[in-house]
Structure formats: C-alpha cells, structure tokens
C-alpha cells in the first residue's frame, strides 16, 4: 500500500499568513494526488486535482504542486474562512490513501 | 447541480448487519464510478470502496473486504453499502462520493454526501 504522510499534523497561523502543507508519498503516484477542505461539522470539499489544478469556484489563493513523491498545497493569504483540516489523496492505485490530515489553527 | 444524500445508518450491534444507500441526481449517474469513504469520530479520512459505472469492477480496503459488499442501481440512481460483521471499529460517519467518467483518472471525490453515521457498540 501506498502511504502518504502529511505535515504538519498540526499548526497555528495568523490571518494573512502564507501555509504550506506537505504531502510526502510512500512511491511514485505521478500527480494523482488531490487536496481536499474540511471545516468542523462539515463535509470534505476538493480544492486540487491532479497535483497543481485548481477545482472549480476554489479562491485563487489555493495552489498545489508535486509530481513523484512530494507535493504541496499552498495557502498564500491565510484568511479567516479557511481555518479548517486539509487532506491529501492519492489515487494512483488501490487502496486509495488519504494523509492523516493537517489541521490549521488561528494563532 | 449534483446531489448524494446518504441514508440507512443507525446503531448496530457488533456482529449486526446494515445497508446503507446513497441516492444521486444532477447528473448520469450511470456514466461514473462511485465511492463510499469513512470518517470515524475525531478521526481522518478513510476510503473504503469503489465501483465502476456498470458494477464490472469492485475495489476495497483491505479492513472490509469479506464484510461489505458495493453495488449500485442505474435504474434507481442509487449506490449502496452492505455491511456485514459490523465491528467496533467500523463506527464512523459514511459519506458516498461522486467518481470519474471512464478515461477520466482524475476527478475522484466529488462532491460528497452529507454524510450517514454508523455506531457499532453493544
């Protein structure tokens, strides 16, 4: 199986900060990789597919990137709506793996 | 727009059985995969299976395979989960989710349902 490790599990930022967040994949996946938004209560929203494309509707503040093993979802103004848990997913092969999700904080 | 409302989960005793389903509108539900997808309580997410739009191929998570079982109805637009031996271990809130077109290897995971829950404890 494929394991994707993501960091920070956890971190706090200041609105208007720039957030990283790393996904390291346990072998090669390409880009098959997406990123995906969870607020508290609510239900999992895609941001990024195919590494580096950004969904639809999705603020342009959002950007991915990686190919390989290593990808990164960026967050380049930290604003208020987007404290919330980020996921990433390869889907590259079965079993589909999810990271174990960053979860971004107010500081 | 595009709609997947869960339903059928509940509490169960570990060992007990339960079906969930998923009804989809707003788009040819019979042209995509579908996936089912967990949550337990606190916890991340965890895909747990997928089906191609025909039902020809059937993918799982090592955990549930030999207990739940995938399946869909093109007619009724529905997807569902059958869910045999329930554990402890299997609480958690189900969410069915949209997949690709067949050629598209991209557009996993959306949009998501709401979400069902499913307790398994005694």
């Known amino acids: 199986d494929i394991q994707m490790t993501q960091s920070p599990s956890a971190m706090s930022a200041s609105v208007g900060d720039r957030v990283t967040i790393t996904c390291r994949a346990s072998q090669g996946i390409s880009n098959y990789l997406a990123w995906f938004q969870q607020k508290p209560g609510k239900v999992p929203k895609r941001l990024i597919y195919?590494?580096?494309s950004l969904q639809s509707g999705v603020p342009s503040r959002f950007s991915g990137s990686g190919s390989g093993t290593e990808f990164t979802l960026t967050i380049s103004s930290l604003q208020p709506e987007d404290f919330a848990a980020y996921y990433c997913l390869q889907h590259y092969t079965y079993p589909l793996t999810f990271g174990g999700g960053t979860k971004v904080e107010i500081k | 727009e595009v709609q997947l409302v869960e339903s059928g989960g509940g509490l169960v005793q570990p060992g007990g059985s339960l079906r969930l389903s998923c009804a989809a509108s707003?788009?040819?539900?019979?042209?995509?995969?579908m996936s089912w997808v967990r949550q337990a309580p606190g916890k991340g997410l965890e895909w747990v299976a997928n089906i191609k739009k025909d039902g020809s191929e059937k993918y799982f998570v090592d955990s549930v395979k030999g207990r739940f079982t995938i399946s869909r109805d093109n007619v009724k637009n529905s997807l569902y989960l059958q869910m045999n031996s329930l554990r402890a271990e299997d609480t958690a809130v189900y969410y069915c989710a949209k997949g690709p077109v067949q050629g598209d290897y991209f557009d996993w995971f959306d949009p998501w349902g709401q979400g069902t829950l499913v307790t398994v404890s005694s």
């Open positions: 707003g788009f040819i539900f019979s042209s995509y995969w």
């Open positions: 195919a590494a580096s």
